[in-house]
C-alpha cells in the first residue's frame, strides 16, 4: 500500500502537467500561413543562403510576406519560380541562370613557385602568410572553394586549379565566398568572354610570377574599347554584351592567353570536295 501512493501520486501530477502543457499550446500557438508551409515544400530545402537568407523556410517566409521574388531561389531556377507563382498568383519574373567561373589560370605549370609552403592544407591559412606562389592574387590550390560547395560542382584539376562542372553549378555563391582572393564569380551562362587574372602587379612583374597573367598591354582595350578598360594594370570587362562577334579576334591575340573565351567553337569540317582537293 505504501508504494501505490508515491506512484498515483507521481501519475496525477504527470496529467496535470500534461493537461497544462496541452492547454498552454493551444492557447499560445501561432497558426503557420499555409502559403509559406507551399512555398517551403516547392523548394529545393538545400539551406544553402544562396537567396540571401537564412534558409528556405526564411526564404518561404518572405516570399509570402513580398520581401522577396519568386525568383529568388537560384538552386531551384525557373522550374521553382514558376511553381511559387502559381502559388501566390503572380508573375515568376525572368531566371537568368548563372554559373560560377574561376578568374586565374595559374595552374602548376604556369605559376612560378616562391617557396614552399607548410602548413594548414587551407586556401585561407595559405593566404594568411601568402601561400607558395609569386603571384599574390592567384589561386593557392588548397581546394576551398571544392570543400564549400555542397553541390559537387567543383573539383581540383591534376594542374592545380578548381574546374567547375557546369551541369552541377546552381549559383548558390559558397565558392565566391569561399575563396580568400576572390578569383571566383558568378556569371551569366551565356557570357563566354573573361578576362582570367586578378593580378594588379605592372607587365613586367606580372609576367614573371606567371606566364598566364594580365600584362596590361592594352591589346583587347584598343580591340574593345566600349566593354573593356584598364584598371591598376588589369584588363576589366565592363559590359560583355558590347564585344561584338567581329572584334573576338583581335582581341583572343592576347600575348599571355589572359582574356579569351571559355568555349571556342569547333573547327567545321572540310565538305568532301574541299578535302579532296586538299
Same mark, same amino acid.
Given at each position: 500500500?505504501?508504494?501505490?501512493?508515491?506512484?498515483?501520486?507521481?501519475?496525477?501530477?504527470?496529467?496535470?502537467?500534461?493537461?497544462?502543457?496541452?492547454?498552454?499550446?493551444?492557447?499560445?500557438?501561432?497558426?503557420?500561413?499555409?502559403?509559406?508551409?507551399?512555398?517551403?515544400?516547392?523548394?529545393?530545402?538545400?539551406?544553402?543562403?544562396?537567396?540571401?537568407?537564412?534558409?528556405?523556410?526564411?526564404?518561404?517566409?518572405?516570399?509570402?510576406?513580398?520581401?522577396?521574388?519568386?525568383?529568388?531561389?537560384?538552386?531551384?531556377?525557373?522550374?521553382?519560380?514558376q511553381k511559387i507563382a502559381e502559388?501566390?498568383?503572380?508573375?515568376?519574373?525572368?531566371?537568368?541562370?548563372?554559373?560560377?567561373?574561376?578568374?586565374?589560370?595559374?595552374?602548376?605549370?604556369?605559376?612560378?613557385?616562391?617557396?614552399?609552403?607548410?602548413?594548414?592544407?587551407?586556401?585561407?591559412?595559405?593566404?594568411?602568410?601568402?601561400?607558395?606562389?609569386?603571384?599574390?592574387?592567384? @589561386?593557392? +590550390?588548397? &581546394?576551398? /572553394? %571544392? *570543400? =564549400? $560547395?555542397?553541390?559537387?560542382?567543383?573539383?581540383?584539376?591534376?594542374?592545380?586549379?578548381?574546374?567547375?562542372?557546369?551541369?552541377?553549378?546552381?549559383?548558390?555563391?559558397?565558392?565566391?565566398?569561399?575563396?580568400?582572393?576572390?578569383?571566383?564569380?558568378?556569371?551569366?551562362?551565356?557570357?563566354?568572354?573573361?578576362?582570367?587574372?586578378?593580378?594588379?602587379?605592372?607587365?613586367?612583374?606580372?609576367?614573371k610570377a606567371c606566364k598566364n597573367? @594580365?600584362? +596590361?598591354? &592594352?591589346? /583587347? %582595350? *584598343? =580591340? $574593345?574599347?566600349?566593354?573593356?578598360?584598364?584598371?591598376?594594370?588589369?584588363?576589366?570587362?565592363?559590359?560583355?554584351?558590347?564585344?561584338?562577334?567581329?572584334?573576338?579576334?583581335?582581341?583572343?591575340?592576347?600575348?599571355?592567353?589572359?582574356?579569351?573565351?571559355?568555349?571556342?567553337?569547333?573547327?567545321?569540317?572540310?565538305?568532301?570536295?574541299?578535302?579532296?582537293?586538299?
Amino acid at each position: 500500500m505504501d508504494i501505490l501512493i508515491p506512484i498515483i501520486t507521481m501519475a496525477a501530477l504527470g496529467l496535470l502537467f500534461s493537461t497544462g502543457l496541452a492547454f498552454a499550446y493551444q492557447k499560445l500557438k501561432v497558426e503557420e500561413n499555409p502559403k509559406v508551409v507551399e512555398v517551403s515544400e516547392s523548394l529545393p530545402q538545400a539551406n544553402c543562403g544562396a537567396c540571401g537568407y537564412a534558409g528556405c523556410q526564411a526564404f518561404a517566409e518572405a516570399v509570402v510576406k513580398g520581401e522577396a521574388g519568386a525568383n529568388g531561389c537560384p538552386v531551384g531556377g525557373a522550374e521553382t519560380a514558376q511553381k511559387i507563382a502559381e502559388i501566390l498568383g503572380v508573375e515568376a519574373g525572368e531566371i537568368i541562370k548563372k554559373i560560377a567561373r574561376r578568374h586565374c589560370r595559374g595552374t602548376r605549370t604556369a605559376a612560378k613557385d616562391r617557396g614552399e609552403y607548410w602548413g594548414l592544407n587551407t586556401c585561407y591559412a595559405a593566404n594568411l602568410v601568402g601561400g607558395n606562389k609569386q603571384c599574390s592574387y592567384g @589561386c593557392l +590550390g588548397d &581546394g576551398d /572553394c %571544392v *570543400r =564549400a $560547395c555542397q553541390f559537387q560542382a567543383l573539383f581540383m584539376g591534376e594542374d592545380g586549379l578548381p574546374y567547375v562542372v557546369e551541369e552541377a553549378c546552381t549559383a548558390c555563391g559558397k565558392c565566391v565566398d569561399a575563396c580568400p582572393r576572390g578569383l571566383f564569380e558568378l556569371h551569366p551562362q551565356d557570357q563566354n568572354i573573361f578576362v582570367y587574372c586578378r593580378s594588379r602587379d605592372r607587365g613586367p612583374a606580372a609576367k614573371k610570377a606567371c606566364k598566364n597573367a @594580365c600584362i +596590361g598591354c &592594352g591589346i /583587347c %582595350v *584598343r =580591340a $574593345c574599347p566600349d566593354a573593356i578598360v584598364l584598371e591598376k594594370n588589369l584588363a576589366v570587362i565592363k559590359d560583355y554584351k558590347k564585344i561584338l562577334p567581329e572584334q573576338i579576334p583581335a582581341l583572343e591575340k592576347c600575348p599571355t592567353d589572359s582574356i579569351g573565351r571559355l568555349h571556342k567553337p569547333e573547327p567545321e569540317e572540310a565538305s568532301p570536295e574541299v578535302q579532296e582537293s586538299i
